[in-house]
């Protein structure tokens, strides 16, 4: 389980599931939060998992999810109606403890039926296979295999990704990614190598362009809430390119929606 792994496979699942537009706010405002938990050590002074739990307070969580206290307790049922969380209140006192499942498992509604039909041509697959080898193995054959297993032992050592999930980078260049694939679910999934130049067209954004998290953030919103800008803003490198574009319309529109307000209430 991971930030983009929950993201991906929550997105997939909700023609089937058919959430309202609460309950996936809810959702992802837990999926963000847990991402942020994950900075910190557990008690025992271990690093925290996926699977552990994690205790956001009421506040925090109308705040991440726009809902009040009351649409979070109703779209937190729902969620675990579904299968994708769990959550366990601790009295008025304490902040209640959520856990987001996980939604890529075999006990999961969505792949259920993905892995069955896998597993029955994997079987067949093994079958055929067998029925293929030869009895009788030559020497060669047998020391290529013993030196297959040495090489299988040994610990491969690869090298950590320039920018972790934890970061803002990474974190900023995945939140327009689940963006797209939410407006566009058969979009395709970023390689690790992606994810790494999306990160680091982020960092040049705050570092030589000066763009706060903050401001990359609102822009990301607003750009993927767009009808026409949503279509064409498919990666941070475009971001970048159009960043003061989007951030004068992004202006101008909020403007539009204060002066309308007033009208309504003059």
Known sequence: ???????????????????????????????????????????????????????????????????????????????????????????????????????????????????????????????????SVPLNKTKQDETKQDNNSEKSETPSHKPKPKFMPESVEYQLAMRLFKWIYYNNPKHLALTNKQEQQWADNIRLMIQRDHRSPQEIKSVIDWCQSNNFWKTNILSTAKLRKQFDTLTIQMDNDSGTKRSNKKRVYS
Do not use: C
Request: no cysteine; net charge positive.
């Open 1 to 131: 389980m991971n930030y983009l792994s929950i993201s991906i496979n929550f997105a997939r699942q909700i023609p089937m599931l058919n959430p309202t537009t609460g309950e996936i706010a809810l959702f992802h405002a837990l999926l963000d939060l847990k991402n942020i938990d994950m900075n910190f050590k557990d008690k025992t002074g271990k690093r925290k998992s996926w699977a552990d739990g994690f205790d956001p307070t009421s506040a925090t969580l109308q705040l991440y999810s726009g809902l009040s206290a009351n649409g979070i307790v109703k779209a937190r049922e729902k969620l675990k109606a579904l299968g994708l969380i769990d959550f366990k209140s601790r009295g008025r006192r304490k902040s209640t403890v959520y856990k987001l499942l996980d939604l890529s498992s075999d006990k999961s509604a969505f792949n259920s039926s993905v892995n069955s039909s896998d597993n029955s041509s994997d079987i067949s697959g093994d079958n055929s296979s067998d029925n």
